[in-house]
């Protein structure tokens, strides 16, 4: 394992059971770590929104641009300063979580195949992000966007950009005017324009984006800023004066953090580490990893064009045509490259129902590692093996809890890709093939590998999505868990309550009538 | 609908989170320079100078009117040669060479040197034609700097050279 390999998987060992400690207070929804682009998503909406205001009311000129902003925290506390404390401490936010959210992507590995296109479009949005927030700073003009503004200059003169050095037009007072704040507006407008841009291309190959988090993680969050902002609001330093260097600054250390690491280093240095550290993040995808999975099947003859796959996948790899050989009818199209090889599309084929009389179950699309028709022969085959007086099927994630030593002579195990994957269909097939109850677990909500399994099966199983598991299935022989990897103790405690409960049932209170695929008629 | 105890936890860690932008948005506060120093910006950008030849009257009569212009100068631009004494000691000495392909644009230069605040004897020499022995510009004066006032070496023709503001 290399060096690289272990630190990884160190870090997200560390990760996730941080993540999993905050499911208990916020659950799978509301965990801000599970949903971290959202919330990133979230705080700039409110960056854009305040801003917009902030736009709309301040004096633009180099000089009343300053009194404005101060009148604006001073005397209109209550609106314009709260507004403007939000811009700041968003901004700040934003940082901490695009951090964050980079950080736990690198953990979990999620650079190289389908994923590359996002992991190479986010880089940039790095670069775009602190040159927005630090040229929010300058717009200010009091002595820490003077310090910023001479500091930023002085390290770009390092690169042989620029014939004559940036730093020489804030060398005395009457060299600064009114364009260089039209200057500040385009740049603090123009690049968070391209931010914005750019985060359309890094979403762009996933469906069903997180653009905004949960109604109650907004909610905090807002309160949070709001309360911040009344109890710290951000004001500004005194005045620009280049005949002057700034004393000691109220320092932004999410946002200016390079200033100081240029005084006390260089600028090569400074250069040498962002360099090198976005090359590192570019080359990360060159790096061994794990093969890709081979990518779903459309087989034609089976496909209806019913558009689910195309609904459900996760990473937008399913396009529809016209069908080549069924004129008006569909057919639907992967792209192998943006394919996760998760199988979600193949639970939500309608052709992938086990109760088909077919020998081969041949669906609509299917995955090569574990087709359709292998997952019903192994459910069949555990339902010709299972004995005892409460027979239980349990279909796993096998990125989840580990369900494997729960295996016994009334129990059978059948590990999925996904549990998104698993065709509702199988649940009934399992209980009318002689299971007394069936256990589907999942990855918790919102640790899915695949984003969106344990959304799917959930709303599958429950009759909120389709496929739905049909109502007649009785309810009390299904138990759906989401448990993660660390989850194996209480996948067994959901077992055993699961099988108490089974037994305690009254004998075929609410059995479904047998089905044999093999007889010619339903027995 | 929540319970109490996961309140408590999200209040406790949303609380956390506002804690961490609320402090490092704004603290520790961060200082440039000691407040009893001062600061020397030397900051010049300028052209250095090239040798032009005079034509003779023969080499002009050979030339079409329209481009007989007397004096035949090269592209390229010299050298600057550039030193800086604080209070007798060599701070600085540096050659700066001219931008541009053709190396025939602005030579410039842009340091900052901290020194303490109080009275110094400054002295700047700057010679833009390396072919010329001596230095063309030289400028001398005892300066007195206040705590975290920026001075700065610039130059222009204009105003005579080499100048501190």
Redesign the interface.
């Known amino acids: 394992m290399s060096f690289h390999t272990a630190l990884r998987n160190g870090a997200s060992s560390v990760f996730l059971r941080i993540e999993e400690a905050?499911d208990?207070?916020?659950?799978g929804t509301?965990n801000?770590l599970r949903h971290l682009g959202a919330i990133g998503l979230y705080l700039l909406w409110i960056i854009v929104g305040t801003g917009l205001y902030l736009y709309a009311v301040l004096d633009t000129g180099i000089d009343a641009v300053y009194q404005s902003i101060g009148y604006l925290s001073l005397e209109q506390w209550y609106l314009g300063g709260v507004l403007r404390s939000l811009h700041?401490?968003a901004a700040?936010?934003f940082m901490?979580v695009m951090m964050l959210h980079l950080f736990r992507e690198w953990c979990y590995g999620r650079y190289h195949g389908f994923r590359l296109y996002s992991w190479m479009t986010g880089i940039p949005l790095i670069w775009l992000a602190y040159a927005a927030g630090i040229g929010g700073y300058w717009i200010v003009w009091d002595q820490l966007a003077q310090?910023s503004a001479i500091?930023t200059a002085?390290l770009l003169?390092w690169l042989p950009i620029f014939?004559?050095?940036s730093?020489?037009n804030f060398?005395?007072p009457d060299s600064i005017s009114d364009r260089f704040f039209t200057m500040l507006v385009f740049i603090h407008i123009g690049v968070p324009l391209l931010l914005i841009l750019g985060l359309w291309a890094h979403v762009h190959r996933i469906s069903h984006v997180d653009y905004l988090p949960s109604r109650r993680a907004m909610v905090?969050?807002l309160?949070?800023?709001i309360?911040?902002a009344l109890?710290?609001p951000?004001l500004s330093n005194p005045p620009a004066n280049?005949?002057?260097?700034?004393?000691?600054?109220?320092?932004?250390?999410?946002l200016l953090f390079l200033?100081?690491l240029t005084?006390v280093s260089s600028p090569a240095l400074v250069w040498s580490l962002l360099f090198g550290v976005t090359a590192l993040l570019f080359a990360l995808p060159l790096l061994p990893h794990p093969r890709p999975q081979p990518a779903a099947v459309v087989d034609p003859a089976n496909c209806t064009g019913c558009d689910r796959c195309l609904a459900d996948c996760p990473y937008a790899a399913i396009a529809m045509t016209q069908h080549s050989s069924r004129p008006g009818f569909r057919l639907a199209v992967v792209d192998a490259d943006l394919c996760a090889g998760c199988g979600i599309c193949a639970g939500s084929c309608p052709s992938s129902t086990p109760f088909r009389r077919r020998e081969a179950l041949v669906t609509g699309i299917d995955m090569p590692q574990q087709p359709v028709n292998a997952l019903r022969e192994q459910l069949e085959a555990a339902l010709a093996r299972l004995e005892g007086r409460t027979r239980i099927i349990i279909f796993a994630c096998t990125r989840g809890a580990e369900a494997g030593p729960l295996a016994a002579v009334d129990t059978a195990v059948i590990g999925l890709i996904c549990a998104g994957m698993l065709p509702p269909a199988f649940v009934e097939y399992a209980l009318r093939g002689g299971a007394d109850g069936v256990l589907v677990a999942t990855c918790r909500s919102g640790g899915c590998e695949f984003r969106l399994g344990d959304l799917w099966t959930s709303q599958r199983l429950l009759g909120q999505r389709e496929p739905h598991l049909r109502r007649t299935v009785p309810p009390s022989r299904l138990q759906l868990l989401a448990a993660s990897a660390h989850d194996d103790r209480t996948l067994a405690e959901v077992l055993a309550e699961f099988r108490t409960r089974l037994e305690a049932l009254p004998v075929a209170s609410d059995r479904l009538p047998p089905y044999l695929r093999s007889a010619s008629h339903h027995a | 609908m929540l319970k109490p105890?996961?309140?408590?936890?999200?209040v406790i860690?949303?609380?956390a989170?506002?804690a961490?932008?609320?402090t490092?948005?704004?603290?520790?506060?961060?200082?440039?320079?000691p407040?009893d120093?001062?600061?020397i910006?030397l900051?010049i950008?300028h052209l250095g100078e090239r040798e032009c030849r005079k034509r003779t009257p023969e080499e002009l009569a050979k030339m079409p009117p329209n481009m007989r212009a007397p004096l035949d100068c090269p592209r390229e631009r010299s050298d600057i040669r550039l030193e800086m004494d604080l209070d007798g000691e060599p701070i600085f000495r540096t050659v700066l060479h001219p931008?541009?392909l053709y190396k025939d644009?602005?030579s410039?230069?842009?340091k900052?040197f901290e020194v303490a605040a109080g009275s110094h004897r400054l002295t700047v020499r700057m010679d833009d034609n390396l072919d010329k022995p001596g230095f063309d510009y030289v400028k001398d004066e005892q300066i007195t700097l206040a705590p975290?006032?920026?001075m700065?070496v610039?130059f222009n023709p204009d105003r005579g050279g080499l100048f501190f503001?």
Do not use: C, N
């Not at chain 1, 280049?242 to 999410?254: H, Y």
């Open positions: 905050l208990v207070p916020f659950g509301d801000p700041r401490y700040d936010g901490l310090l500091a002085e003169d014939s004559e050095p730093a020489r060398m005395s905090a969050t309160a949070i800023l309360g911040l109890l710290k951000a280049l005949a002057t260097v700034p004393g000691a600054l109220d320092f932004d250390w999410f200033h100081p005084d | 105890a996961a309140i408590v936890g999200q860690l949303y609380g989170f506002a961490v932008i609320g490092f948005a704004t603290w520790p506060k961060y200082q440039q320079i407040s120093v001062a600061l910006k900051s950008s931008t541009g644009g602005v410039t230069v842009y900052r975290a006032q920026v700065v610039d503001k």
